[in-house]
T-cell receptor, first 114, second 115 residues
Framework: AQSVTQLDSHVSVSEGTPVLLRCNYSSSYSPSLFWYVQHPNKGLQLLLKYTSAATLVKGINGFEAEFKKSETSFHLTKPSAHMSDAAEYFC????????????FGTGTRLQVFP | EPEVTQTPSHQVTQMGQEVILRCVPISNHLYFYWYRQILGQKVEFLVSFYNNEISEKSEIFDDQFSVERPDGSNFTLKIRSTKLEDSAMYFCAGVPLAGVRETQYFGPGTRLLVL
């Protein structure tokens, strides 16, 4: 079965420093992978997605993620954190048998300190 | 980006009561979904809905749950007789007519508390 593991439940960075949110996936197929972000009292917003095209995917707000099949990873990065990046981030994979069904990681809460 | 809305944002109910959670997708959405997140746990798929029928449902989605789109716009999730373990954040999602089904647009969620 497909699954994702987010290795850190909380990440804290200072404003202006790089962000790294880690995600590993388990899949017996070529998966589609996503990162979603949830700001307080807001819905889940799609940051970026990988669907077997370029392995380096650029998303909104300066985020990007690299699909590494050899490491079964899809880590989310940003060169310089901004205060507005503070939120919950979810790594998501599609089900092998039904691309409608999204399988979520447990989430990583990103704190950004001034 | 299209916005999906959900009402109410919060609901408190007594165990055994019926609740209806509402979702207003963007008008051209064709596929609809409900997910839930119990506090401290993962977001879990509940059900997908297309052409006025359930396409797929998870093992969580038992006979106490139902979905419908009664007026062609609102998409509702009904829990007939709530249990304590139904307390969770419930998210609705939709996919536009011309969209890719895996790229789902989520609402802000309804926080349900069953006492």
């Amino acid at each position: 079965a497909q699954s994702v593991t987010q290795l850190d439940s909380h990440v804290s960075v200072s404003e202006g420093t790089p962000v790294l949110l880690r995600c590993n996936y388990s899949s017996s197929y070529s998966p589609s992978l996503f990162w979603y972000v949830q700001h307080p009292n807001k819905g889940l917003q799609l940051l970026l997605k990988y669907t077997s095209a370029a392995t380096l995917v650029k998303g909104i707000n300066g985020f990007e993620a690299e699909f590494k099949k050899s490491e079964t990873s899809f880590h989310l990065t940003k060169p310089s954190a901004h205060m507005s990046d503070a939120a919950e981030y979810f790594c998501v994979v599609t089900s092998a048998y039904n691309t409608d069904k999204l399988i979520f990681g447990t989430g990583t809460r990103l704190q950004v300190f001034p | 980006e299209p916005e999906v809305t959900q009402t109410p944002s919060h609901q408190v109910t007594q165990m055994g009561q019926e609740v209806i959670l509402r979702c207003v997708p963007i008008s051209n959405h064709l596929y609809f979904y409900w997910y839930r997140q119990i506090l401290g746990q993962k977001v879990e798929f509940l059900v997908s809905f297309y052409n006025n029928e359930i396409s797929e449902k998870s093992e969580i989605f038992d006979d106490q749950f139902s979905v419908e789109r009664p007026d062609g716009s609102n998409f509702t999730l009904k829990i007939r007789s709530t249990k304590l373990e139904d307390s969770a954040m419930y998210f609705c999602a939709g996919v536009p007519l011309a969209g890719v089904r895996e790229t789902q647009y989520f609402g802000p969620g309804t926080r349900l508390l069953v006492l």
